[in-house]
């Protein structure tokens, strides 16, 4: 399937102006047009990715995919119930049922139901449409492309991730720390031969990780691992080769090759949050808003909550009454989440660091 730029007509009627085509944006996307709002979707990229990425759909998000009408598609989908089987220094110690409240799948597949939903309500998501200015007056927003095409809106969501583009076009600091020291490379791979049936995650006494996440329905694995270093302690750039080398170096399970990395990727702890959500008719929600420690799989489940709010609160201005009042509900209901979202991920973060050093113990210190 190829996607090629929507050509619909820079002037027709917008409501609101979606930037981001990521689970934040097409929950809000998907949410405003069932309560009747005209909706614009535009995305930078040429077409949607597939990477895992963020992999656990909390209750909160799926009672959110309820009221969307997909929350079916999303538990046929994901595996509920996962086991954690953890290793230390290359012997299996135990596993670790954990209970069916989180449903993991890749964010690919979220993001492939959301795009088929917000399809079947009538949206078309405009790829290569990359934001270059934003501007404002008391009855809307105009942005300008770089195609040079004008879109203009009542209001503009900027739903584009932690480098977003609208944030920075908004003059919103976006305050915090990236921890450059604590890192970790991810991707996603094929590893036949190795049990689908467990997370399997190998620690080391020296702190060393390497984790293999099964994504359901697929051959993929996604992995999350130290990072490699060469004879300098230099750190190198994530690939396939350097991914079997850490397998090896932790698994200690020569039988097992890594093939088919179809995502190679490096993570790394930062700690960070706009200081508004709001300036004018333009929001922020999700990662363009909040970036913290993945620990307890918060980041896209605190998106998708930001999208819940932002679509009821410019739902109800649209309706035409007190619109400022109700406008300032979104960041006094957020930014105070986003807060205790970045405390609470970095307390887990924290745990989980002290966790894996003792054999038999992983990520779950994260989840309690």
């Known amino acids: 399937m190829s996607y090629a730029p929507n050509a619909a007509p820079t002037d027709a009627p ?45 209750p909160t998000s799926l009672e959110v995919f309820e009221t969307l009408g997909v929350a079916e598609r999303m538990t046929s989908t994901g595996s509920a119930g996962l ?27 979220i993001e492939g139901i959301l795009r088929e939903r917000v399809t079947e309500l009538g949206v078309d998501i405009e790829y290569d449409a990359e934001v270059t200015t934003v501007d404002q007056d008391a009855t809307g927003v105009r942005v300008t492309l770089a195609d ?29 720390r990236t921890c450059d020291e604590e890192a970790m490379v991810v991707g996603d791979v094929t590893a036949e031969g190795l049990s689908r049936e467990y997370w399997h995650q190998w620690f080391t006494s020296d702190g060393g990780a390497m984790m293999l996440c099964p994504i359901p329905g697929t051959d993929t694995f996604q992995l999350q691992a130290s990072p490699e270093t060469d004879e300098q ?14 397998f090896d170096q932790h698994a200690r399970m020569p039988g097992i090759r890594l093939t088919e990395a179809t995502w190679l990727s490096t993570w790394r702890v930062n700690v960070r949050m706009a200081d508004r959500m709001r300036q ?22 605190t998106g998708i909550q930001d999208a819940a709010a932002l679509g009821r609160i410019l739902a109800e201005a649209l309706a035409g009454a007190g619109e400022e009042r109700i406008l300032e509900a979104y960041e006094a209901e957020r930014l105070p989440a986003a ?6 991920t970095s307390a887990r973060h924290d745990r989980v660091r002290e966790a894996i050093r003792e054999p038999g113990r992983g990520i779950e210190a994260a989840l309690n």
């Not at 086991?83 to 597949?109: C, V």
């Open 339 to 344: 807060a205790h979202l970045l405390a609470d």
């Open 14 to 58: 917008t409501d609101v102006l979606i930037v981001g085509s990521g689970p934040t944006g097409l929950t809000l996307a998907c949410d405003l047009v069932r309560r009747g709002a005209r909706v614009r979707v535009i995305d930078q990229r040429s077409a949607p990715h597939r990477e895992s990425r963020g992999k656990a759909l909390h």
């Open 280 to 301: 004018g008719r333009c929001f922020l929600a999700g990662d363009a808003a909040h970036v913290h420690p993945i620990a307890g799989g918060l980041g896209m489940n």
């Open 233 to 246: 302690g230099q750190r190198l750039a994530p690939s396939l080769e350097g991914f079997q080398r850490l």
């Open 83 to 109: 086991t954690f089987r953890k290793y230390f220094d290359g012997e299996h110690i135990n596993d670790t049922p954990r209970d069916s409240t989180a449903l993991f799948m890749g964010q690919w597949q």
């Open 148 to 176: 040079g095409r004008t879109l203009r809106a009542a209001y503009l969501a900027g739903c584009d991730g932690g480098r977003s583009t609208i944030r920075r076009q908004l003059g919103i600091s976006f305050e915090g």
